[in-house]
């Protein structure tokens, strides 16, 4: 690219931009009349565009980004995306013909930059999501519905913000060249009209090589226009997400000359479908309430496919899934007003899952396709650049062989930078398919900086196939190698059963971890099932691998632990078992003194492992 740049240089010339900044203007508002003017209307829509954008710069010069942002963009657009989320999903019938417009509100797009990769498959992903926001609308308690809701909001902002800044940083790369090369070309084809005007008047017919000519010339100003058109509006949408205003100027930061950086994928499907199985929170919202016996999962409609064997029949892979995919999503809304049990308890999860793994597989066929797309356009784009700069050596710059193999090299670069938002947009998608959040909803109220920090560490993680999961403040890493051994033992660890008032003291046996063949020394956390962290009155030893703890009256309920191993090789393993607190105690009296404040209650300790009764007194 840097080598066209210095051609058009040469034969064109660039065009210098310049801009200036409208002073600040108080305008006050004109007087009630009997009617409006077109003056007055002109006057208040002044006054509107200062009142929305009182403060926004105009111009930022200091170069922003991706991680910026999506960190600006969470900001400006969060609250109003998520009463979009809750304002769409609040009708208790949604029918299949309010899709395209729910689908547009929430802000799925379901156009690619590239047509090499199918826009069948975006489209899927995306009902499939819908369906799966529906079915855990519909299905889980308020709650765990509003959590999902936040989560796909965020992501889905992030994801059209990797879309756009790609987009806008490729606008501010290629416009100018290609306005160069077109100014030049339709230069050219002016002066074969002049041409042909005056043979006309001689009467005279123009050569076929010269209506050859033309022709060639008029199908790359075509071709430049019509890639013109992909980036045109980039920079106006990019900076309204950002909430500037439209016409505000954003450096991006990014790669002068292409050859960007393929976002690595440090995973295979299968363990893809693991990470997913195990970290999506609507899969986790029906681990509460489920006992591992219920837990018997048979979900497996896809083929068995590794990296190769897609490649060798893409489409056959990508009909299949985006058909299956299409029919789920179908299912889900169809079944959205059956309030059966059976439906909603039994089958539930299953259900659940099937859509998770749908969204994997789509959004891992997409990044393939993308990936590949992308490495032969720029291959292609590199050695168009080559013939270019050889032929104009050669011929010399003012040759038409030499204007048309540059016009077809700035055509190629601008189709593999089209190709590389696809590549984006796809690991976005299949970041969010594995249920993997780069920033939680509770840092949104930090400052942008905070926030694109945070989305930078984790992408970064997540690129070198490192995935988190914060466990009672500890920072719990999985390798995504290979999923976690479940090494739960109801002999060895069974469940334990104690009253209020008595002292914990359980101890995880070595031989439960050695079932496990750890690559040197392991390290051990525990937490609670949700990932919420411990109770406050229970403490973990992760030396001994030991809990202990005194729960009182206010700690009566079951909790369900979990107990992550894990060592430097990636081999992982879990066990969960779960303490159940009764209250053994019962108020008996109640003393009163002569203040109002002064007051003695007695407690009377029943049987242990049975709540209490007041025959137990």
Request: charged share 20%; hydrophobic share 40%; net charge negative.
């Amino acid at each position: 690219m840097k080598k066209l740049v210095c051609f058009m240089g040469a034969v064109a010339g660039f065009v210098g931009a310049c801009s200036t900044t409208a002073p600040e203007v108080t305008v006050e508002a004109p007087a009630m009349s009997a009617y409006y003017s077109d003056w007055d209307r002109a006057v208040r829509a002044d006054v509107d565009m200062q009142n929305m954008y009182i403060g926004t710069p105009s111009k930022i010069t200091k170069p922003v980004d991706m991680y910026m942002a999506m960190a600006l963009a969470l900001k400006y657009n969060y609250t109003r995306r998520l009463a979009s989320y809750k304002e769409s999903l609040g009708a208790d019938n949604i029918s299949l013909a309010a899709l395209p417009t729910m689908a547009e509100n929430l802000g799925y797009e379901n156009s690619t930059n590239s047509d090499a990769v199918p826009a069948d498959l975006k489209v899927s992903w995306n009902l499939l999501d819908l369906s799966a926001l529906q079915y855990q609308n519909t299905a889980a308690s308020p709650e765990t519905a509003a959590q999902e809701q936040t989560r796909k909001v965020i992501n889905n902002i992030m994801l059209e913000t990797r879309s756009l800044y790609w987009k806008a940083l490729a606008a501010q790369r290629l416009i100018p060249v290609i306005d160069d090369m077109n100014e030049y070309l339709v230069r050219v084809v002016d002066e074969i009209n002049a041409r042909s005007n005056e043979m006309a008047k001689a009467g005279k017919n123009p050569s076929t090589t010269l209506l050859v000519k033309k022709r060639t010339y008029l199908e790359n100003i075509k071709k430049l226009a019509d890639l013109r058109k992909k980036f045109d509006t980039a920079q106006t949408e990019f900076a309204g997400l950002l909430g500037l205003y439209p016409s505000a100027e954003i450096k991006l930061a990014g790669a002068e000359y292409g050859n960007f950086p393929i976002p690595s994928l440090r995973a295979k499907i299968q363990q893809l479908e693991w990470l997913a199985l195990t970290n999506r929170p609507e899969l986790r919202a029906f681990d509460l309430g489920t006992s591992k016996d219920e837990l018997q999962l048979v979900i497996k409609d896809f083929d068995s496919v590794n990296n190769s064997d897609y490649r060798q029949d893409p489409n056959y892979y990508n009909r299949k899934w985006a058909k299956d995919s299409n029919a789920l999503s179908m299912t889900v809304f169809e079944e959205a007003t059956d309030n059966n049990d059976l439906t909603y308890n039994s089958l539930a999860r299953q259900r659940m899952a099937h859509i998770v793994l749908n969204q994997v597989y789509l959004a891992w066929a997409m990044y393939q396709s993308a990936v590949e797309d992308y490495y032969l356009n720029m291959g292609v784009a590199t050695t168009s650049e080559d013939i270019a700069e050889d032929i104009t050596n050669k011929e010399g710059a003012n040759k038409a062989i030499s204007h048309l193999e540059s016009a077809r090299a700035i055509i190629d670069e601008a189709n593999a930078f089209l190709s590389y938002i696809d590549v984006q947009e796809a690991i976005g998608r299949l970041y969010a398919s594995i249920g993997l959040d780069a920033v939680p909803a509770s840092m949104l109220k930090d400052t942008p900086s905070v926030i694109a920090v945070q989305i930078r560490e984790s992408l970064d993680n997540w690129s070198n196939g490192i995935f988190s999961a914060d466990v009672k403040g500890a920072l719990a890493t999985s390798s995504g190698q290979k999923p976690p051994a479940d090494i739960s033992s109801a002999a060895l660890v069974p469940n334990v059963v104690v009253g209020t008032g008595s002292d914990v003291n359980i101890k995880i046996p070595d031989e439960v971890f050695q079932k496990v063949n750890w690559e040197g020394n392991y390290t051990t956390v525990a937490g609670s099932l949700d990932d919420a962290g411990l109770p406050a009155w229970l403490k973990y030893d992760d030396k001994t691998h030991t809990f202990t703890g005194h729960p009182t009256m206010e700690d009566e309920g079951d909790y369900r632990i979990k107990v992550y191993a894990l060592d430097n090789s990636g081999n992982s393993a879990v066990l969960g078992f779960t303490i159940t607190v009764n209250n053994v105690y019962i108020q008996t009296m109640e003393y009163k003194g002569l203040t109002g404040y002064r007051r003695a209650k007695v407690y009377h300790k029943c049987t242990p492992g049975t709540p209490c009764a007041k025959n137990d007194i």
